[in-house]
Every structure is written in C-alpha cells, then in structure tokens.
C-alpha cells in the first residue's frame, strides 16, 4: 500500500506565496510521474503541474511564471512553490502519483485561500 500525504495550505492575501509539499510513503518501487492537481467549489479538477521521473515539466498555462514543481526521486516527494498568488487561486490542492504497481494514487487534498 501507499500513501500521499500533502502539507504547506492555507490562507494567503493576493501576491503571497505558498509552498505545498507531497511525500509518498510505502512499497514504492518506481513513481513515474507526480503532480498537482486542483479543484475548486462547482468545478472540475484541473491538472497545475507535473514532473516525471526523468525531469520534464508541464505547467497549466494560467500558473506559468508564478508556480515551480519540484522532485525528489530519492525521497519520494514532490513539491509546489506559488507565488504571485491570485484569488482564482483558490481550491483544493491534490498531490497525485503514477507509482509502478499500484498505478494513479491521490493525497487527500490541502485548502490553499487566496483573499484580501
């Protein structure tokens, strides 16, 4: 079995910054890809950014600029730096893994606020 586990939500004011991190834990013997995703009331969840084992990137176009994904293959952690943050912001945060053997596995979300 396998475990995400995400921390670093919470409430900033418009243009602050926030940093979530994700750690995996259990029988891990690979993680292809890891990333965030995000869902905010009334609306579908949407992919941020992801990273895979090997080090490609793909950013939302709406964060571009603002947000870094970061990995650590020898840790099992990925991680989110936000910054310039804006009220759309707002939502439901979730780590998301493609760990060999037990396939797509989620965190249980982190409320990131963004309001004056």
């Known amino acids: 079995q396998v475990q995400l586990v995400e921390s670093g939500g919470g409430s900033v004011q418009p243009g602050g910054s926030l940093r979530l991190s994700c750690v995996v834990s259990?029988?891990?013997?690979?993680?292809?890809?890891m990333g965030w995703y995000r869902q905010a009331p009334g609306k579908e969840r949407e992919l941020v950014a992801d990273?895979?084992?090997?080090?490609?990137?793909k950013y939302q176009d709406s964060v571009k600029g603002r947000f870094t994904i970061s990995r650590d293959n020898a840790e099992n952690t990925v991680s989110l730096q936000m910054s310039s943050l804006k009220p759309e912001d707002t939502a439901v945060y979730y780590c998301?893994?493609?760990?060999?053997?037990?396939?797509?596995?989620w965190g249980q979300g982190t409320q990131v606020t963004v309001c004056s």
């Open positions: 998301n893994g493609d760990i060999r053997v037990w396939g797509e596995v």
């Open positions: 259990g029988s891990i013997l690979g993680i292809h890809v």
């Open positions: 990273i895979t084992s090997g080090g490609r990137i």
